[in-house]
């Protein structure tokens, strides 16, 4: 059983930066892919990031690659996802979350969520 709580949302202007942090419970941290997924009011959950279980390799949705970076401490066990250059189509709740392979998360599929953080961007 792997639990994550998010942390880091809040409401930032256009063009300013934000980090998201995770922190996951267990002992088994490093053997989870984790990923970033947001849900927009009235639209559907989407895959944002996601980052292998030692790190090595990072993937990103169009819409926010190169703005965004996703990175892990497996040490302390905690994900984090660095916002800039932020937009008000960024606006929405995001959800950290794991699964056993980084290509699940890509597929939109996890076995962990998290409940969630606010993000705001106002123009």
């Known amino acids: 059983q792997v639990q994550l709580v998010e942390s880091g949302g809040g409401l930032v202007q256009a063009g300013g930066s934000l980090r998201l942090s995770c922190a996951a419970s267990g002992r088994t941290f490093s053997s989870y892919a984790m990923g970033w997924f947001r849900q927009a009011p009235r639209k559907e959950r989407e895959f944002v990031a996601a980052?292998?279980?030692?790190?090595?390799?990072?993937y990103y949705s169009d819409s926010v690659k190169g703005r965004f970076t996703i990175s892990r401490d497996n040490a302390k066990n905690t994900v984090y996802l660095q916002m800039n250059s932020m937009k008000p189509e960024d606006t929405a709740i995001y959800y950290c979350?794991?699964?056993?392979?980084?290509?699940?998360?890509?597929?939109?599929?996890?076995?962990?969520w998290g409940q969630g953080t606010q993000v705001t961007v106002f123009a």
């Open positions: 980052i292998r279980r030692a790190g090595s390799s990072t």
């Open positions: 979350a794991a699964a056993l392979s980084s290509e699940r998360l890509r597929g939109g599929n996890t076995d962990y």
